[in-house]
């Protein structure tokens, strides 16, 4: 199986280029998968394995592949130019945000109008005055409300099937109107780094953090939705009672006001942006990691998943995909009136108890190796992947029997639709079904016929040749015998498999 991988990748700096580094790795085990990137400066050099579409692609020569696969997000920087070939041709969307808002800004104030337009009608269009006014200097890509226009509608037609990393997400597209196979996968744990104790105490005289004083760290973008007002305002409130750091790493959003404000200047380390290695440095530097998220865009966290799969106690919000964690893994904050003193409290709590944190961060390991290994995850989009060749070829199939009444059989159409459309490297498997073919039995059931038949809607071979018999008898032609297996409980069961979505 070969397939075309549209992503950010590495040296971007998203956490989407990284996961997908270590999920292309993990799929390569089991299929052939050709990455693309656009504006990539490292696409094509040695110590890289993907090429720079905007420069080489073409959109022809994908067809090449068994399967398209688009990884979007709401950044328009690295998904822009994706999202515009998904355009061109259609294919299975791994979706990171639900929230879309920023992609369909990305082509400007023109490119807001026509997605608002697109998702909304005309008869809503004086809101885009509304969001324009509230755009500082007019620009729509600062807009501090993106969840109230997912926008996320635009994808929809282009989208043979939707993949997204938990259930809030599923649930999201479904009330937004999606109605095609939604599948969820979460993300990937990434091989975690060696351990290095040295390195971890040179960070520490580096930063001047004392030995009595714990490390808590917000790492990953920065943005309204991670809440590092509260966060601060929280540690404001226990900065006499517990010594600590706080350690902010990642670029975005300015956090100097919500530090000042709160008196924290002392006590805070920011280094914005840092190289993939150096990441994985601050997070085995931090004894307690902060990860808020709300509103929730629909996303999940790669930097929650790194921190639980080395065993780091974390606190997180109660909302969206954060919820569905298991209580003995995290510790969850509401969204509310409370929200400071119980983050506060939650910080206090297991600054004063190493037991806590030992326990939180062996229970987090555990359930990162039992549910988000590299191989289990890549095997999940094997399966989906697999899904959208079988419904394409079998949609194909069912719309060329309803218009070409001589094309009956299973048989019949398979050789006449697939070779045409089939890559090249997978024609030679099916040209064994043209020797089957006897133009004088077109509209007949043989028992080659109904063998394709079976290995085609129910993906395995009759059980013996008296059911081939049975068949043969029972039918009057090909296109009985077909509509009798679609219409069959075993098909119908197939299609209501659990990874159907």
């Not at 998968?33 to 959109?59: I, L, M, P």
Request: hydrophobic content about 40%; aromatic content about 8%.
């Amino acid at each position: 199986m070969r397939i075309a991988y549209f992503s950010p990748f590495p040296p971007q700096h998203t956490g989407i280029a990284t996961y997908s580094m270590h999920l292309v790795a993990e799929l390569r085990r089991i299929m052939e998968v050709d990455c693309y990137d656009f504006g990539n400066k490292d696409a094509g050099t040695a110590s890289q394995h993907f090429a720079d579409f905007a420069t080489g692609g073409r959109v022809s020569a994908l067809v090449d592949h068994d399967a398209v696969v688009y990884h979007l997000g709401n950044n328009p920087w690295y998904h822009l130019e994706i999202f515009r070939t998904l355009k061109q041709l259609p294919g299975i969307v791994v979706l990171h945000d639900v929230i879309l808002y920023y992609l369909m800004a990305g082509g400007g104030i023109r490119g807001l109008i026509k997605h608002f337009l697109l998702n909304y009608g005309f008869a809503r269009a004086a809101e885009i005055k509304r969001i324009v006014a509230d755009c500082p200097d007019g620009d729509v890509l600062r807009y501090r409300h993106p969840e109230r226009y997912p926008m996320v509608g635009s994808i929809f037609p282009y989208a043979s099937r939707i993949v997204v990393h938990n259930q809030h997400a599923r649930e999201n597209l479904v009330s937004l109107g999606y109605t095609g196979p939604i599948h969820v996968v979460p993300l990937l744990s990434y091989p975690n780094p060696a351990f290095n104790p040295e390195k971890i105490s040179a960070l520490r005289r580096q930063h001047r953090i004392g030995d009595g004083e714990l490390v808590i760290g917000c790492l990953g973008f920065i943005g309204p939705s991670k809440r590092l007002d509260k966060v601060c305002e929280a540690l404001s409130r226990i900065k006499n009672e517990l010594p600590f750091r706080l350690l902010i790493v990642g670029e975005g959003e300015d956090p100097t006001d919500a530090i000042v404000e709160n008196g924290l200047v002392d006590r805070t380390i920011v280094t914005r942006y840092v190289p993939n290695e150096s990441f994985s440095d601050y997070m085995a530097l931090t004894d307690v990691l902060v990860n808020l998220r709300f509103p929730s865009m629909g996303e999940s966290s790669a930097t929650l998943i790194q921190a639980l799969a080395l065993g780091k106690p974390c606190v997180v919000t109660n909302d969206a995909s954060f919820r569905d964690l298991p209580d003995n893994c995290v510790v969850k904050i509401d969204v509310g009136e409370s929200e400071v003193s119980d983050l506060a409290d939650a910080i206090t709590a297991l600054g004063v108890d190493l037991d806590r944190r030992a326990s939180l961060g062996a229970a987090a390991l555990r359930f990162v190796e039992s549910n988000w290994s590299g191989r289990r995850i890549a095997h999940q989009f094997q399966r989906v992947i697999e899904a959208d060749i079988k419904t394409r070829a079998q949609e194909g199939l069912k719309t060329r029997a309803r218009d070409l009444e001589g094309l009956g059989t299973a048989g019949n159409i398979v050789q006449s639709r697939l070779l045409s459309s089939v890559p090249p490297h997978l024609r030679e498997m099916l040209r064994g079904l043209q020797e089957t073919r006897d133009s004088a039995l077109e509209g007949q059931l043989t028992k080659e016929k109904v063998r394709w038949a079976y290995k085609f809607f129910l993906n395995r071979e009759p059980e013996s040749d008296s059911v081939i018999d049975e068949a043969i008898a029972r039918f009057r032609g090909n296109k009985d015998f077909r509509n009798a297996l679609l219409s069959s409980e075993e098909y119908i069961r197939n299609e209501r498999d659990d990874f159907w979505g």
